[in-house]
């Protein structure tokens, strides 16, 4: 009698269906990177410029106090004319973006390419991921739904937050795994890869893209972990719940900050200032804490007893100060990649502190807790923090440390904002 009042069941896509959507994911996916490449690639070059050439030609330090103080004040001044001036505004508040991304409309567009490539190469601590998945998903809803009407337009987002994220990550396996936890929460009909097949395709598309054009890589170097212990697992429980605490206290303060500059009623005001912050904060903790991070890791890990416990912690602190203070006040960024650094100083750290904590193993529990307390994306922290080591044999351990941290975050608060302020739970 239950199948009688029970609704029906959409019917699962048939593979004519699946296959007419192969072709539109593949083009998605490499559109999808060719911009993700261009705008980091562009950036590149103004950070070149602006961190070497001019310094050099001024005869001053590349990465003095003053140096720093100039360039990030200076990058609030551009993003928040662009802000202000760019036709679309740079978009909507980025504090209350995550991942996933609204469609935007045509117009915004530029301005928000023109402010993650200024942010990018100006030094705030953000990544480039929200701004450019929203980029993406404009720019597919857009010229999917006027040149293939046919396709449905819930599609196109999908896609684009798909290939952008396989892009990022140069692995069509990040992106798998957050559609996937998105899929989770809804019900669809159908096997899950069926669901998956199209997203996934896109990912893979612009994984590869990326991989043969700019040859990405997330690999530390740090010692392969041959076979974990008693003592590895203990240090992994501990390190990725120290991560998550610490991440939750930036998570807390985020609003709060958000609110303080929100009292600065226009952007000439609140970009400068944040820019302003954040140079005082690179003279405090180095320039090591300035940018979104992935080169840095990579200066950390070739040398990883080049710094003391104390040097490794203060980074951290004054890293996740900076994320909190970039993305309250108006950069456009996403909170992904410093959370990498973060995680990595910290594992770095309980290593200087703990010899007996083996350096990889800290490494990926300090990015599993702190991706788990910023992002609440479980699977791609998992994901993130597995990668950046390249140790089959740490799997088991991290899936272990994610437990007790996720029950340090899980229900709480996370550093994304509604509309009003208030944080999303």
Same mark, same amino acid.
Request: charged content about 10%.
């Given at each position: 009698?239950?199948?009688?009042?029970?609704?029906?069941?959409?019917?699962?896509?048939?593979?004519?269906?699946?296959?007419?959507?192969?072709?539109?994911?593949?083009?998605?996916?490499?559109?999808?990177?060719?911009?993700?490449?261009?705008?980091?690639?562009?950036?590149?070059?103004?950070?070149?410029?602006?961190?070497?050439?001019?310094?050099?030609?001024?005869?001053?330090?590349?990465?003095?106090?003053?140096?720093?103080?100039?360039?990030?004040?200076?990058?609030?001044?551009?993003?928040?004319?662009?802000?202000?001036?760019?036709?679309?505004?740079?978009?909507?508040?980025?504090?209350?973006?995550?991942?996933?991304?609204?469609?935007?409309?045509?117009?915004?567009?530029?301005?928000?390419?023109?402010?993650?490539?200024?942010?990018?190469?100006?030094?705030?601590?953000?990544?480039?991921?929200?701004?450019?998945?929203?980029?993406?998903?404009?720019?597919?809803?857009?010229?999917?739904?006027?040149?293939?009407?046919?396709?449905?337009?819930?599609?196109?987002?999908?896609?684009?937050?798909? #290939?952008?994220?396989? =892009? $990022?990550? &140069?692995?069509?396996?990040? @992106? %798998?795994?957050?559609?996937?936890? !998105? /899929?989770?929460? +809804?019900?669809?009909?159908?096997?899950?890869?069926?669901?998956?097949?199209?997203?996934?395709?896109?990912?893979?598309?612009?994984?590869?893209?990326?991989?043969?054009?700019?040859?990405?890589?997330?690999?530390?170097?740090?010692?392969?972990?041959?076979?974990?212990?008693?003592?590895?697992?203990?240090?992994?429980?501990?390190? #990725?719940?120290?991560? =998550? $605490?610490? &991440?939750?206290?930036?998570? @807390? %303060?985020?609003?709060?900050?958000? !609110? /303080?500059?929100? +009292?600065?009623?226009?952007?000439?005001?609140?970009?400068?200032?944040?820019?302003?912050?954040?140079?005082?904060?690179?003279?405090?903790?180095?320039?090591?804490?300035?940018?979104?991070?992935?080169?840095?890791?990579?200066?950390?890990?070739?040398?990883?007893?080049?710094?003391?416990?104390?040097?490794?912690?203060?980074?951290?602190?004054?890293?996740? =100060?900076?994320?909190?203070?970039?993305?309250?006040?108006?950069?456009?960024?996403?909170?992904?990649?410093?959370?990498?650094?973060?995680?990595?100083?910290?594992?770095?750290?309980?290593?200087?502190?703990?010899?007996?904590?083996?350096?990889?193993?800290?490494?990926?529990?300090?990015?599993?807790?702190?991706?788990?307390?910023?992002?609440?994306?479980?699977?791609?922290?998992?994901?993130?923090?597995?990668?950046?080591?390249?140790?089959?044999?740490?799997?088991?351990?991290?899936?272990?440390?994610?437990?007790?941290?996720?029950?340090?975050?899980?229900?709480?608060?996370?550093?994304?904002?509604?509309?009003?302020?208030?944080?999303?739970?």
């Amino acid at each position: 009698m239950a199948s009688d009042t029970a609704p029906p069941r959409a019917s699962a896509p048939s593979a004519r269906a699946l296959s007419a959507s192969l072709l539109p994911a593949l083009v998605v996916g490499v559109v999808a990177s060719l911009l993700f490449v261009g705008v980091s690639e562009a950036a590149e070059l103004l950070q070149g410029v602006l961190w070497k050439n001019l310094p050099d030609a001024l005869g001053v330090g590349r990465y003095s106090v003053l140096w720093m103080l100039v360039m990030l004040t200076a990058t609030g001044v551009a993003v928040g004319l662009v802000v202000w001036k760019v036709p679309g505004h740079a978009g909507p508040d980025p504090a209350t973006l995550g991942l996933d991304a609204p469609v935007l409309p045509p117009t915004v567009l530029p301005g928000l390419l023109l402010a993650v490539a200024l942010m990018l190469a100006g030094g705030p601590s953000l990544g480039p991921e929200n701004p450019i998945i929203a980029v993406n998903v404009g720019l597919a809803f857009w010229l999917g739904s006027r040149f293939l009407p046919r396709v449905p337009g819930a599609l196109w987002p999908v896609l684009a937050e798909s #290939a952008t994220i396989g =892009a $990022l990550f &140069g692995t069509p396996v990040a @992106a %798998a795994l957050v559609i996937s936890e !998105a /899929l989770a929460g +809804r019900r669809t009909a159908g096997p899950l890869w069926s669901n998956l097949f199209a997203p996934l395709a896109a990912a893979a598309a612009g994984a590869l893209t990326t991989s043969l054009v700019a040859h990405p890589t997330f690999d530390l170097g740090l010692p392969g972990l041959a076979r974990p212990g008693w003592a590895d697992l203990l240090s992994a429980l501990v390190v #990725a719940s120290l991560a =998550a $605490l610490l &991440g939750m206290l930036g998570v @807390a %303060a985020f609003p709060y900050a958000h !609110a /303080l500059f929100r +009292r600065l009623p226009h952007p000439m005001l609140a970009l400068p200032a944040g820019g302003l912050v954040l140079g005082l904060l690179a003279a405090l903790g180095g320039h090591l804490t300035l940018f979104k991070g992935l080169s840095e890791i990579g200066t950390l890990a070739r040398d990883p007893d080049g710094w003391t416990f104390g040097q490794f912690l203060t980074m951290a602190v004054v890293k996740l =100060a900076a994320l909190v203070v970039a993305a309250s006040c108006g950069f456009r960024g996403g909170r992904i990649f410093p959370s990498v650094f973060i995680g990595v100083a910290l594992g770095m750290a309980a290593h200087a502190l703990v010899p007996g904590v083996d350096l990889s193993v800290g490494v990926a529990a300090g990015v599993l807790g702190m991706l788990l307390a910023v992002t609440r994306q479980g699977w791609v922290s998992l994901f993130t923090a597995a990668v950046l080591v390249d140790s089959p044999a740490i799997l088991a351990l991290l899936c272990f440390a994610s437990l007790p941290a996720w029950l340090l975050v899980t229900g709480r608060p996370q550093m994304q904002l509604h509309d009003d302020g208030s944080p999303v739970t």
